[in-house]
């Protein structure tokens, strides 16, 4: 069925929940309101130009590195490069490492459950610029061992990355550990990390992350429009840009950067900050409810990610239910107005099982069966009251028919 056909056929449910916030999310409406005067009424012009609409949107593109610095807890504006997508970011930190110090080559050291953004570069380094990828294994649960990193960690090191919290199970590395570890081994070692998924979620400070060189962070990980990315680089580290190209106020990204979406991505990191625990505290309590709620109601369900909820983002549920197909359910789901992904959520139209789940030891049946689901600040119980409702339903349905059945 093609997805014309497929909306026709399944008319709006009455009821919507919308879980499906690692792949994309809702912009609130103060998000867009800010957006709309950057298209026509002020700031439409090149931020480089020295007119009076290219110094408006100059000032944006300012305004958010300071806003930044600020949440960040970090001193200067100048260490923020802003691109157009978390994915945008990583290849730059990757690959722009990479190529700037390709005479010196070495080992990419990169854990087996970064998002692909980052896994992709780092290979695309190895094939092109004879770099050596070294994954680092993780556990059950999706943690890096201190002791088997240092292990992995040598002379030869070139750059790490290791995220924050992974996108799909909400494992929180301890990075502050690592990258220490990784500098007391090899001082010259640079060091990313991924924080498009604990941007919001956890409390980031870099001053106290004094051993992290580089800062990945998404726009639509915290209800900002989709399409702007923030690579963080401190001071001293030396990138090349990947894209090459014509004026930009960006040193690291060329071509006319995208003000109107950059104005509500400041306007979303103003809204994520404003009341930061109680949000936290409203997405941790909401999922732990739909935790609890399913385990409760469903049988054979596996929860992915860490057990020890303090030590997973705040926002995580990713469930594998057992004897049914994660896409099929995503259907059933959604035709109850239910919205999830499966797998792993940037690959649902692949089919192809998770990476991050087949690295903590899951089957290919069991990850096939993964539903992931982030609560939000703007969910509430009754959100969750009605989910409890209808996914012991969906999958009791699909076990009915499922090929796969408990035997
Ligand atoms: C951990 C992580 N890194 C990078 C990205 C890519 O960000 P974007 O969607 O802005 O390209 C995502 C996106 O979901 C993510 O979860």
């Known amino acids: 069925m093609s997805v014309e056909e497929l909306l026709k056929a399944h008319g709006r449910p009455s009821r919507e929940v919308y879980f499906d916030n690692e792949n994309s999310g809702y912009v609130p409406r103060e998000v867009v309101e800010e957006m709309i005067p950057y298209f026509n009424s002020v700031g439409y012009g090149h931020p480089s130009i020295t007119h009076r609409p290219g110094w408006e949107a100059y000032e944006v593109v300012y305004k958010t590195k300071e806003a930044l610095a600020k949440v960040l807890n970090t001193g200067s504006v100048n260490e923020f490069s802003i691109v157009h997508s978390g994915t945008e970011a990583n290849n730059l930190a990757v690959l722009g490492y990479a190529l700037a110090s390709r005479e010196r080559k070495g080992k990419i050291v990169v854990s087996a459950i970064e998002h692909l953004s980052v896994i992709h570069p780092a290979e695309e380094a190895e094939r092109l610029l004879g770099f050596k990828v070294v994954r680092v294994p993780v556990d059950s649960e999706g943690f890096v061992d201190p002791e088997v990193f240092k292990e992995l960690i040598d002379r030869n090191t070139s750059l790490v990355s290791i995220q924050m919290v992974n996108h799909e199970i909400g494992t929180i590395q301890n990075i502050y550990e690592l990258s220490k570890i990784a500098k007391e081994v090899n001082s010259e070692v640079v060091f990313h990390t991924d924080a498009a998924d604990a941007f919001g979620k956890l409390a980031i400070d870099l001053k106290k992350l004094e051993h992290v060189d580089m800062v990945t962070l998404s726009s639509h990980k915290i209800h900002g429009p989709r399409g702007v990315g923030i690579l963080f680089t401190r001071e001293g580290v030396r990138l090349e840009s990947i894209l090459k190209g014509q004026l930009s106020s960006e040193k690291l990204w060329p071509g006319v950067e995208n003000v109107p979406l950059i104005a509500g991505f400041r306007k979303a990191v103003e809204l994520a900050f404003e009341n930061f625990d109680s949000h936290v505290a409203k997405m941790s309590e909401l999922r732990n409810l739909l935790i609890k709620g399913i385990s409760d109601r469903v049988s054979d369900v596996l929860v992915n990610g860490p057990i020890d ?95 796969a059945k408990k035997t």
């Open 309 to 403: 909820f303090s030590r997973r983002a705040p926002d995580n549920a990713n469930l594998s239910f057992l004897y049914v197909e994660g896409e099929a359910l995503t259907v059933e789901l959604s035709i109850n107005g239910v919205y999830v992904s499966s797998g792993s959520a940037c690959s649902s139209r692949i089919l192809e099982p998770s990476h991050v789940l087949l690295a903590i030891g899951r089957k290919h049946e069991e990850a096939h069966g993964s539903i992931l689901f982030k609560t939000t600040r703007y969910h509430n119980r009754e959100d969750i009251e009605y989910t409890l409702e209808v996914v012991p339903r969906a999958v009791s349905r699909l076990r009915s028919i499922s090929a």
